[in-house]
């Protein structure tokens, strides 16, 4: 379906200077394949393609442009035309744009805008990042409750070019408050004299400008809407996001959550990974690498405390990584699908003991499991071993595999703890999860480790 | 939005026998909230509220429901009232539902079928799982080339009660190839003498049966489609994956990504981690960990063969559980970004060699960091240590920050390199990350802890 040929064929048209074969270019092309296929070229080129292709299609093609492709190419547009092609970009997309814009160039293109842009763009922005405010869009269809279905199609065909859709239009009082919405489908199957008051649907699935993004993502996903209407604490009408805008927020958060599990911070770039520097990949890892180094301190103290015990009985310091590791498995497990049930809106806080008492239980068996196979592990690798003192061999395995066991049950329930605290605390559960629940567990690992070979072997 | 007032008044309709109090109840609400709020119940009285509901409606709700609850649901519906059920549910849900089915049930229900019905289950069940023709519904809305605008509206008009979305329509020839799309929109705008064949888009994006679902889904989302046609061999249209489907496929592919990289296996149920079984939880577990308890006894043969090292150092056993963590925290965090970037489409393996540069690159920084780090950790926690012979802590504390810094490298190509790995193969990157992972550079990571101390220190 993509013609890869297409590339060094816009090559050509570039250097020959063939306009035409641009503007044939751009308008057999998806604008998503456009941008695509432009992307890997210089700014100016990009610009004169994009000045080429037709008017209406200019703006979905730049929109397509990744983020830092956009504001390289903003750079070179003589400034009256820029502020046109931003008059012409959807109210989201152009808002995000003039948001991550140096003070200086913004404050410039505010003034080069007309009013009604202008006044768009400070209230889109006045929403705080991460809202359904931040990522909705002004260009919704609105209709007057009191129009005749034949008058509501004709409104909607001449507002059809300015709109994100018009296949859901949001019937709204003279205030602006939100009535209900009707379908195109609706209209398109209702009598022409029927009014829209009398087709609407009332029970409008809405949600507020204050309201997390990904929450307004999961309610568009769980009632299969094309768009989604955004009022605000008086019950106006302020936007709208659209399906499209709810799979991206989707597949950003859970980008976030992949990577918080995994410690990585910073800021993910759509599409980005081999073209992000590696000094930037570095930053973002690194924080918290060197994070859990400093946490790993408190875990080589402990060890130290306990020198005395290990030298007496080395069998025991060869035994310190499996219990380490398998804490840090069965612990992340439980993190794992604790995060993803949150993040799904699958548990609450409100679960919070049955969520525990589940994990208790799976780990109990887990417990189980992996006790009997450390046991049998000690058994046969340390058959040869030199026991010190009046200690056995089965006493020590015995000893190890308890404590293999407790480690096992209590990794589970910090693994469980941790993101529901975070929870608690309004932080995003994912952050605690994986190596930093490893780190933490490899902690209360060893203390339990020292503490039941004390209790057991008397030490 | 939702009213969870409206629980107890639903359990009060069932109890007083209140047809009509549950009628309206069912027009009222969303189909997604009714099938919500009925789940708790018993299949039985699920079955009345569903046989209450209105008749359009009534398929809306039980698509709705949970895989499990449909499955104990279809058990209490009356034969004929089933039949009839599953000929009104759109034509992907109900291929779901029946493949699903025990084989005498099935069997039972198919001979209950319409042969339109039962011809249109066996085709799109004949696709392999995990592939577009397995996900696509036969629900789609065609027209043919040389209708009128007035009349392409009018039939899409006839049709929207049985379709999925009458928002685009895809234009075929006699047989039935696919020839370009019309959206309603530009049929609404369109004059009403031009046909569809003035007005359609040529080309159209589409996808192949037995391209990957995730693909597809990927597509939609791209392209910011309400829906992509599926065309077979023969270039025929056969069905269509809706922008909801790719949600759900989308976040579906998530979580078995999340779950694999944390090591657990299994079929993960939607919405059910509450609902899902301690037996079940733990068997999805337990194959992982036990088969990691497994590979760790590589890691515990490697130890025992320097058991007399460590009698003879044991400042080096102390350090062990350091190396292990620290190669397992930067592996996971290249596999994680690795796994993303190829789930987003972002790299593919013709970029094998650039990526592993890249994570060589950052790499080296990270071992740099971590490196002084773990030299200064030695040199402050280790102040005291006995130190045999002729070796000093300078000269230990070194040969340790040397072999961290080259298990960080190491860890971090084995974290790229193992998915690339997976993918060439054909299997899902994302099995071989983390818990696997970190087992993996558990084995090089003392391998080269081993020998960085024979050949520094020369035991």
């Not at 140096?102 to 293109?109: G, I, S, V, W, Y």
């Not at 209209?187 to 609407?200: K, N, Q, Y």
């Not at 990577?259 to 910073?266: H, R, S, T, Y």
């Not at 060890?303 to 060869?318: G, N, W």
Request: charged fraction near 20%.
């Amino acid at each position: 379906m993509l013609n890869p040929l297409l590339v060094p064929e816009l090559r050509d048209y570039l250097r020959t200077n063939d306009v035409e074969g641009i503007r044939e270019f751009c308008r057999f092309c998806h604008q998503a394949s456009i941008a695509e296929f432009i992307s890997p070229l210089s700014p100016e080129e990009i610009w004169k393609i994009l000045s080429l292709a037709d008017q209406e299609i200019r703006p979905e093609i730049f929109v397509h442009l990744d983020p830092e492709v956009q504001m390289v190419v903003t750079a070179v547009i003589p400034r009256q035309e820029l502020a046109s092609l931003i008059t012409d970009l959807p109210p989201d997309d152009r808002v995000d744009l003039i948001k991550r814009m140096p003070e200086d160039r913004r404050e410039m293109l505010m003034r080069l805008l007309a009013q009604a842009e202008r006044e768009d763009i400070r209230r889109l922005s006045s929403y705080q990042e991460g809202t359904a405010g931040a990522v909705m869009t002004s260009d919704y269809a609105a209709l007057p409750p009191d129009l005749t279905v034949a008058e509501a199609i004709q409104k909607l065909r001449l507002e059809a070019p300015d709109k994100e859709t018009i296949y859901y239009a949001y019937v709204v009082d003279a205030n602006r408050r939100l009535l209900g919405f009707v379908s195109l489908k609706d209209l398109i199957l209702a009598l022409s004299h029927e009014t829209v008051s009398d087709v609407m649907h009332r029970d409008a699935i809405y949600c507020r400008v204050n309201d997390d993004q990904e929450d307004a993502a999961r309610i568009i996903q769980k009632y299969d809407l094309l768009a989604l209407p955004v009022v605000n604490e008086q019950g106006q009408l302020v936007g709208i996001i659209t399906h499209d805008d709810a799979m991206d927020i989707i597949t950003q958060e859970q980008t976030e959550d992949i990577e918080k599990l995994m410690a990585i911070g910073g800021a993910h770039l759509a599409g980005a990974y081999l073209r992000t520097s590696v000094w930037s990949h570095f930053k973002n890892r690194a924080v918290w690498i060197v994070g859990l180094a400093a946490l790993g301190l408190v875990s080589g103290i402990i060890i130290h405390q306990y020198e005395a015990t290990l030298t007496q009985m080395l069998i025991l310091a060869l035994y310190m990584p499996m219990v380490a590791d398998t804490g840090g498995n069965t612990g992340s497990q439980s993190a794992t699908v604790v995060v993803r049930a949150l993040a799904l809106r699958e548990v609450n806080l409100r679960d919070t003991l049955r969520v525990l008492w589940k994990e208790f239980r799976i780990a109990i068996l887990l417990a189980l499991v992996l006790g009997v196979l450390s046991w049998a592990k000690v058994m046969f690798l340390s058959q040869g071993a030199e026991i010190p003192g009046d200690h056995s061999l089965e006493g020590i395995a015995v000893c190890i595999a308890i404590a293999l066991s407790l480690q096992v049950v209590s990794s589970a329930l910090v693994g469980t703890g941790l993101p529901l605290l975070a929870t608690l605390f309004k932080l995003d559960p994912a952050v605690v999860a994986s190596p930093v629940l490893t780190t933490v567990v490899d902690i209360t690992g060893l203390l339990i480790y020292f503490n039941t070979a004390n209790w057991v072997l008397g030490l």
